[in-house]
C-alpha cells in the first residue's frame, strides 16, 4: 500500500463548456416541453407564506400545515392553499465537494462542478436566482449576467468533508430559498436521511442528483483494480478473481438501493444522470430538461 496526493479535478469549464452552457440557457423555452414546464415551474413556485393565489388538491408529501379546513368543510375534500410567494422566486443548489467526490476517472466532483453550473445557470435565467451551497460556504446569485460570477464561485470550491446535517443546518439558518437540489455521490446513505428529512419537515422540497461515472455502471470482472481512499490518498493494488468481482457487484447493488430508499422515505426523488464527454448541445439537452421535471 503508498500513499500518494489526492487526485487533481481538471478544468471543469473549459471553452467548450462555457460555449455550450451559453447555448443552452439561450434556448430557454425552446427545450422540449419547455413552455409546459415554465408554467409548472411558476405554478410550484408558491411558497409557504406570502399573498393567496387559489387552490389545488392534496397529494402525499405535502406540508399538512398548508391544507385549507375551511374548504374542507365546506366539500369535504383535501385541498393545499397556494401562497404567491413574496420574496424573489429561487432555487438552492447545494454541492458535496467531501473528498469521495475525487472517486473516479475523470473524477466524480468533475461532472458535479458541470452539473451545478447547468443548474444554477438556469435558475439565473428562468427564476429570479440561485443560493449556491459548496465547500461549506453559501452565497446568493442573481440574474442572467450572474453566471460567469456563478462559474467562478463553483471553481474556487474548497474539498472539505462537510456531514449532510451539518449542511442543511447551514442552509436553513441562512433562509436559502426554493427548492434544494442535492449534488453528491450519497457514498453513504445513512450519513444523508437525517439531514432529508430535516429537509422535509422544513417544508423543503428536495431533488438528489447523483453525477454517474464509468465506476458505478459495473464492478470490474477479471484483471487487477486500483482501489484509492480520496480522504488518505492511500492506494492498493488487487489482482480480480471471480470471488472478489462477485463481491464487489454485490455491494454496489447493495449500496444503490440504499440511496434509493433513503430518499424514497424521505419523499423526494434521487435522478442518476451520466453526463455527455463531449460538450455538443444535443447531447446536454436532456439535462436541462431533467432540471425542469
Same mark, same amino acid.
Given at each position: 500500500?503508498?500513499?500518494?496526493?489526492?487526485?487533481?479535478?481538471?478544468?471543469?469549464?473549459?471553452? #467548450?463548456?462555457?460555449?455550450? %452552457?451559453?447555448? @443552452?440557457?439561450? !434556448?430557454?423555452? =425552446?427545450?422540449?416541453?419547455? $413552455? +409546459?414546464? /415554465?408554467?409548472?415551474?411558476?405554478?410550484?413556485?408558491?411558497?409557504?407564506?406570502?399573498?393567496?393565489?387559489?387552490?389545488?388538491?392534496?397529494?402525499?408529501?405535502?406540508?399538512?400545515?398548508?391544507?385549507?379546513?375551511?374548504?374542507?368543510?365546506?366539500?369535504?375534500?383535501?385541498?393545499?392553499?397556494?401562497?404567491?410567494?413574496?420574496?424573489?422566486?429561487?432555487?438552492?443548489?447545494?454541492?458535496?465537494?467531501?473528498?469521495?467526490?475525487?472517486?473516479?476517472?475523470?473524477?466524480?466532483?468533475?461532472?458535479?462542478?458541470?452539473?451545478?453550473?447547468?443548474?444554477?445557470?438556469?435558475?439565473?435565467?428562468?427564476?429570479?436566482?440561485v443560493h449556491v451551497h459548496a465547500g461549506g460556504e453559501?452565497?446568493?446569485?442573481?440574474?442572467?449576467? #450572474?453566471?460567469?460570477?456563478? %462559474?467562478?464561485? @463553483?471553481?474556487? !470550491?474548497?474539498? =472539505?468533508?462537510?456531514?449532510? $446535517? +451539518?449542511? /442543511?443546518?447551514?442552509?436553513?439558518?441562512?433562509?436559502?430559498?426554493?427548492?434544494?437540489?442535492?449534488?453528491?455521490?450519497?457514498?453513504?446513505?445513512?450519513?444523508?436521511?437525517?439531514?432529508?428529512?430535516?429537509?422535509?419537515?422544513?417544508?423543503?422540497?428536495?431533488?438528489?442528483?447523483?453525477?454517474?461515472?464509468?465506476?458505478?455502471?459495473?464492478?470490474?470482472?477479471?484483471?487487477?483494480?486500483?482501489?484509492?481512499?480520496?480522504?488518505?490518498?492511500?492506494?492498493?493494488?488487487?489482482?480480480?478473481?471471480?470471488?472478489?468481482?462477485?463481491?464487489?457487484?454485490?455491494?454496489?447493488?447493495?449500496?444503490?438501493?440504499?440511496?434509493?430508499?433513503?430518499?424514497?422515505?424521505?419523499?423526494?426523488?434521487?435522478?442518476?444522470?451520466?453526463?455527455?464527454?463531449?460538450?455538443? %448541445?444535443?447531447?446536454?439537452?436532456?439535462?436541462g430538461w431533467s432540471y425542469r421535471r
Open positions: 500500500m503508498r500513499r500518494r496526493a489526492l487526485p487533481a479535478v481538471p478544468e471543469p469549464f473549459p471553452d #467548450a463548456f462555457r460555449a455550450m %452552457l451559453e447555448q @443552452l440557457l439561450r !434556448h430557454g423555452n =425552446r427545450i422540449v416541453g419547455g $413552455r +409546459t414546464e /415554465v408554467a409548472r415551474a411558476r405554478r410550484r413556485a408558491l411558497a409557504a407564506s406570502g399573498t393567496f393565489a387559489g387552490h389545488r388538491s392534496y397529494v402525499p408529501g405535502d406540508d399538512v400545515r398548508r391544507l385549507d379546513w375551511h374548504a374542507f368543510a365546506r366539500t369535504g375534500g383535501l385541498f393545499v392553499k397556494l401562497l404567491e410567494e413574496d420574496e424573489r422566486r429561487a432555487t438552492t443548489v447545494l454541492l458535496d465537494t467531501s473528498p469521495s467526490m475525487l472517486a473516479g476517472g475523470p473524477p466524480r466532483l468533475l461532472a458535479a462542478l458541470r452539473l451545478a453550473a447547468i443548474l444554477g445557470g438556469l435558475a439565473l435565467v428562468h427564476l429570479d436566482g453559501g452565497r446568493g446569485l442573481q440574474g442572467h449576467g #450572474a453566471v460567469g460570477e456563478l %462559474l467562478t464561485r @463553483l471553481r474556487e !470550491h474548497v474539498v =472539505r468533508d462537510e456531514d449532510p $446535517r +451539518t449542511a /442543511v443546518q447551514s442552509l436553513l439558518r441562512a433562509g436559502a430559498p426554493g427548492k434544494v437540489h442535492w449534488i453528491s455521490d450519497f457514498a453513504e446513505p445513512r450519513r444523508f436521511e437525517v439531514a432529508l428529512q430535516l429537509l422535509r419537515r422544513s417544508g423543503r422540497r428536495v431533488k438528489g442528483w447523483l453525477p454517474v461515472v464509468e465506476e458505478d455502471l459495473a464492478a470490474p470482472s477479471a484483471g487487477w483494480t486500483r482501489v484509492v481512499d480520496p480522504e488518505t490518498g492511500e492506494e492498493l493494488v488487487l489482482a480480480v478473481d471471480r470471488a472478489l468481482a462477485d463481491a464487489l457487484a454485490h455491494q454496489l447493488q447493495i449500496l444503490v438501493r440504499q440511496q434509493q430508499q433513503v430518499f424514497a422515505k424521505a419523499g423526494f426523488e434521487l435522478r442518476r444522470l451520466r453526463l455527455p464527454p463531449s460538450f455538443e %448541445l444535443r447531447d446536454w439537452l436532456e439535462v
